[in-house]
T-cell receptor, first 114, second 111 residues
Framework: DTGVSQDPRHKITKRGQNVTFRCDPI?????LYWYRQTLGQGPEFLTYFQNEAQLEKSRLLSDRFSAERPKGSFSTLEIQRTEQGDSAMYLC????????????FGPGTRLTVT | KQEVTQIPAALSVPEGENLVLNCSFT??????LQWFRQDPGKGLTSLLL?????REQTSGRLNASLDKSSGRSTLYIAASQPGDSATYLC??????????FGGGTRVLVKP
């Protein structure tokens, strides 16, 4: 399978714990995006990378959130001191930096904070 | 600030009927528009991408139109099937590279 993959698919954690999610983009894609989707809503942009550089961050990305893409391949999204309001689906997408810029999404990580 | 709206939020049709899904956006300075399908609890599957210079795109039973000046796009699904039941999302890309999504239209096709 050469699509976008995310791990884990589901995560249940207690409030105050730290969690980390991983995204592996399509191999030739140099752009990688993180979005968050709450129930019944469309996804909201969090941040994006071109290669290893984080070029844009949403105001939704509070200081408890950090994202990295150390070698321009996979990316991690860490949430520190989780709150119940962090419960959501975290979606990763990737695209080329040229051409149509079509974004391809992974299956998502469903986070539940109890 | 770009805002994307999809009306209706939910739609139920009998099998075989054509589906018409609407998407409107407030800022016409877009680069492209994508339509996605999302099944419950799953990620997004890209259906069609329309560049800002294009008026429509077609793939099988799906046809999407774009009227950038009026800030509208329409997704047509011909001869709907129960397997078309899902949430359909539209998203626009502006110069900032992120996608701005609508809230989606939840579609139920009844056998």
């Amino acid at each position: 399978d050469t699509g976008v993959s995310q791990d884990p698919r589901h995560k249940i954690t207690k409030r105050g714990q730290n969690v980390t999610f991983r995204c592996d983009p399509i191999s030739e894609h140099n752009r990688l995006y993180w979005y968050r989707q709450t129930l019944g809503q469309g996804p909201e942009f969090l941040t994006y990378f071109q290669n290893e550089a984080q070029l844009e961050k949403s105001r939704l990305l509070s200081d408890r959130f950090s994202a990295e893409r150390p070698k321009g391949s996979f990316s991690t999204l860490e949430i520190q001191r989780t709150e119940q309001g962090d419960s959501a689906m975290y979606l990763c997408a990737s695209s080329l930096a040229v051409g149509g810029y079509e974004q391809y999404f992974g299956p998502g990580t469903r986070l539940t904070v109890t | 600030k770009q805002e994307v709206t999809q009306i209706p939020a939910a739609l139920s049709v009998p099998e075989g009927e054509n589906l018409v899904l609407n998407c409107s956006f407030t800022d016409s300075a877009i680069y492209n528009l994508q339509w996605f399908r999302q099944d419950p609890g799953k990620g997004l599957t890209s259906l069609l991408l329309i560049q800002s210079s294009q008026r429509e795109q077609t793939s099988g039973r799906l046809n999407a139109s774009l009227d950038k000046s009026s800030g509208r796009s329409t997704l047509y699904i011909a001869a709907s099937q129960p397997g078309d039941s899902a949430t359909y999302l539209c998203a626009v890309k502006a110069a900032g590279n992120k996608l701005t999504f609508g809230g989606g239209t939840r579609v139920l096709v009844k056998p």
